[in-house]
């Protein structure tokens, strides 16, 4: 019903120019017939360029005849020097140009949903779509999805759709970004994005200042915070830690990590470790106070080997490792001076020898708890870290950190995206214009129509 109505209208606006008696006396028969040649000449190289089926060719023959058919009587009041008496056929050319549009829009368009990896570039619709990761630059601003495009010609742009929570609704919300050009536009709305998951840790370390920390055969000192960057997020405070990272055959180079704090939370900025292959250092916790900074070295091979509860006397082993839960070290527990230092002791045979490995929790009153592990002699940088702590039922949860351990390669992040594309989506807006412009003229004749009638009395 719609369809029909459509270009029962649509042929009906074409056909109002014929209908004044003084354009029939003119021979309106022959301008309906060229009208009519014009309509069937546009029709037929549409067909010749893609358009297909009937209630298309029927549609658009209808909206090209209200189109050359308004814009003959236009050109008519023009040539009589009547440009003021053309509002209505300026409006019903709009229309026209608005129907084309619908057609293009809704049946020519195209629509394909991809999956984007990070750094990735992948085709859709004859573009090629490059995610290159999350813009976010300030903690306020909406989560910007970068995706570079190119075209078929070679053009390259960026367009930057959003993806939010709604916090009252708890809602994910998409907005689309667009790029226009003469012929199409070409819309990229998200619809689901994966963060993905960055290689493991492969070491967490404990720096005091100026305390060299062994890792493997490398040595990491730590120098100071930096707090001439606490502005530099707006919204934000950001502190930065400088990082000396000493390595045999090559000179020492400092690393800044930082800690941006917000009302969204703590994010951690790692930074790239020169010499490695994706190798990276983060600040995960830090007391100014105590100067003290806990950092995570990533995506350096290593990693947790083996996790288990044991109670006392209960054995774990690793490799060529017996570890034995032995008991806790309590010598430096005192919760009445807020200190929450402890001790979890572990018994290890290694080679036919046996070594006592104690990794230290350290907690208290205002202070942040410190987890330090603690290396096996002679197991190959192999060291244990206590987790879970049971102290009522006497079990504590045995993490084995193995630097053998080959490195996970990480799983990128991802974004997907709806894209399509809106052909002569530009008659649209011109159809608008035209549509209002008309309007208004039409208007503004009436109104000097009312000024002449005389006033009586």
Not at 335 to 346: K, Q, T, Y
Not at 404 to 421: E, G, H, N, R, Y
Request: glycine fraction near 12%; include cysteine; proline fraction near 7%.
């Amino acid at each position: 019903m719609g369809f029909w109505l459509a270009v029962v209208f649509a042929l009906f606006l074409g056909g109002t120019p014929f209908l004044g008696w003084s354009r029939a006396r003119a021979g309106a028969g022959r301008i309906l017939a060229l009208c009519l040649a014009a309509t069937a000449l546009v029709v037929a190289a549409s067909v010749g360029i893609g358009l297909r089926g009937a209630p298309a060719i029927i549609y658009v023959a209808a909206a090209v005849f209200t189109i050359v058919a308004n814009l003959w009587a236009a050109v008519e009041y023009g040539k009589d020097g009547r440009w003021r008496l053309a509002g209505g056929p300026i409006a019903h050319v709009g229309i026209g140009l608005m129907m084309l549009a619908f057609l293009t829009t809704g049946w020519l368009g195209r629509e394909h949903k991809v999956r984007l990896a990070e750094n990735r570039p992948t085709e859709a619709l004859g573009y090629t779509l490059t995610f290159r990761g999350v813009e976010k630059p300030t903690p306020q601003a909406r989560d910007a999805m970068v995706v570079e495009v190119s075209t078929p010609r070679g053009r390259n742009f960026v367009l930057k759709p959003k993806m939010w929570v709604n916090q009252k609704s708890n809602q994910m919300i998409a907005n689309p970004d667009i790029k226009s050009f003469l012929t199409q536009d070409l819309y990229v709305a998200p619809v689901e994005f994966d963060p993905g998951q960055e290689a493991p840790v492969s070491g967490r370390l404990v720096l005091a200042k100026d305390r060299p920390v062994p890792f493997r055969d490398w040595t990491l000192t730590f120098k100071g915070f930096d707090m001439s960057r606490q502005n530099a997020v707006p919204g934000a405070l950001t502190i930065g830690v400088f990082v000396e990272l000493a390595r045999p055959g090559a000179e020492p180079v400092q690393l800044e990590p930082s800690v941006v704090s917000s009302d969204e939370g703590v994010q951690a900025v790692a930074v790239e470790i020169p010499g490695t292959a994706g190798g990276r250092l983060r600040a995960t916790g830090m007391s100014v106070d105590q100067g003290v900074v806990r950092v995570e070295l990533v995506g350096l091979g290593g990693g947790v080997g083996r996790t288990a509860m044991l109670a006392k006397g209960e054995t774990l082993s690793y490799r060529e490792l017996a570890i034995t839960f032995s008991d806790f070290d309590l010598s430096d527990f005192d919760p009445d001076a807020g200190r929450i230092n402890f001790g979890v002791v572990f018994a290890v045979e290694h080679g036919g020898r046996s070594y006592e490995v104690v990794p230290s929790f350290r907690g208290g009153a205002g202070s942040e708890p410190v987890v330090t592990p603690a290396a096996v002699p002679g197991a190959g940088g192999i060291t244990l870290s206590a987790g879970r702590i049971d102290a009522e039922g006497g079990t504590v949860e045995l993490q084995v950190w193995d630097p053998a351990l080959a490195p996970d390669a990480p799983k990128p992040a991802s974004l997907v995206l709806d894209i399509s594309t809106k052909p002569l989506i530009s008659l649209v807006w011109i159809g608008t214009i035209l549509i209002v412009a008309g309007i208004a003229m039409a208007i503004f004749i009436r109104r000097q129509d009312i000024a002449t009638i005389p006033v009586e009395g």
